[in-house]
């Protein structure tokens, strides 16, 4: 019998990834992460029991350890809120539109809608990012450092304003501005909700 390792757990991620960004989830079959990993279909499920858990995996292993880094820069004790959603939105934008997110998330909108999987990617994902602004932008009301409102509706203000220009251009690989419109996006947002 065959020991299962975390390094050969990586290892079939890590391939996986590389061929669901080539090829997307429907033609990324487990033989061919299998020929590419150098092993069999067999030692692929004995680690994940279907495409769908090894895609789900390899999602969020991919995505998960920079943006948590990124959702940290929410400081809701800092006073210069200014430079904080701004150092925020930089990172945020850079990582939402850099190739390897941009590749996860044009796979999970394409294979979304048909599978119960699109749900589970949101809520890793892009939704994961909603719950953490949404504590912190909470955090800033209770402190008075922006008006009352649902902290959940600012979070997608804020999201909205800082993604627009960007996200949906990224996806259709068409020029995005600069970073200087990520500057007026969080002066337009503070013009809205700073006290």
Same mark, same amino acid.
């Given at each position: 019998?065959?020991?299962?390792?975390?390094?050969?757990?990586?290892?079939?991620?890590?391939?996986?990834? $590389?061929?669901?960004?080539?090829?997307?989830?429907?033609?990324?079959?487990?033989?061919?992460?299998?020929?590419?990993?150098?092993? #069999?279909?067999?030692?692929?499920?004995?680690?994940?029991? #279907?495409?769908?858990?090894?895609?789900?995996? &390899?999602?969020?292993?991919?995505?998960?350890? @920079?943006? $948590?880094?990124?959702?940290?820069?929410?400081?809701?004790?800092?006073? $210069?809120?200014?430079?904080?959603? !701004?150092?925020?939105?930089?990172?945020?934008?850079? =990582?939402?539109?850099?190739?390897?997110?941009?590749?996860? !998330?044009?796979?999970?909108?394409?294979?979304?809608?048909?599978?119960?999987?699109?749900?589970?990617? =949101?809520?890793?994902?892009?939704?994961? &990012?909603?719950?953490?602004?949404?504590?912190? =932008?909470?955090?800033?009301?209770?402190?008075?450092?922006?008006? !009352?409102?649902? @902290?959940? !509706?600012?979070?997608?203000?804020?999201?909205?304003?800082?993604? #627009?220009?960007?996200?949906?251009?990224?996806?259709?690989?068409?020029?995005?501005?600069?970073?200087?419109?990520?500057?007026?996006?969080?002066?337009? =947002?503070?013009?809205?909700?700073?006290?």
């Amino acid at each position: 019998m065959r020991v299962k390792t975390e390094d050969r757990r990586q290892a079939i991620i890590d391939v996986a990834l $590389d061929v669901f960004r080539e090829v997307g989830f429907e033609r990324g079959s487990m033989a061919l992460i299998s020929r590419r990993l150098g092993g #069999s279909k067999g030692t692929l499920y004995s680690y994940f029991q #279907s495409k769908e858990e090894l895609f789900e995996t &390899a999602m969020k292993a991919a995505s998960e350890g @920079p943006g $948590d880094q990124i959702l940290n820069l929410l400081d809701p004790e800092s006073n $210069d809120l200014r430079a904080i959603l !701004t150092r925020f939105a930089r990172a945020y934008v850079g =990582f939402v539109i850099g190739s390897e997110v941009l590749a996860i !998330t044009r796979t999970a909108i394409a294979e979304g809608h048909s599978s119960a999987l699109g749900p589970h990617l =949101f809520e890793n994902g892009p939704g994961r &990012a909603l719950t953490k602004m949404t504590a912190y =932008f909470g955090q800033l009301i209770a402190r008075g450092k922006l008006r !009352t409102a649902t @902290p959940a !509706t600012v979070a997608l203000h804020f999201k909205g304003l800082v993604e #627009s220009g960007f996200l949906e251009e990224a996806l259709y690989g068409a020029p995005t501005p600069g970073p200087e419109a990520i500057d007026d996006a969080v002066a337009a =947002f503070l013009m809205c909700y700073a006290v």
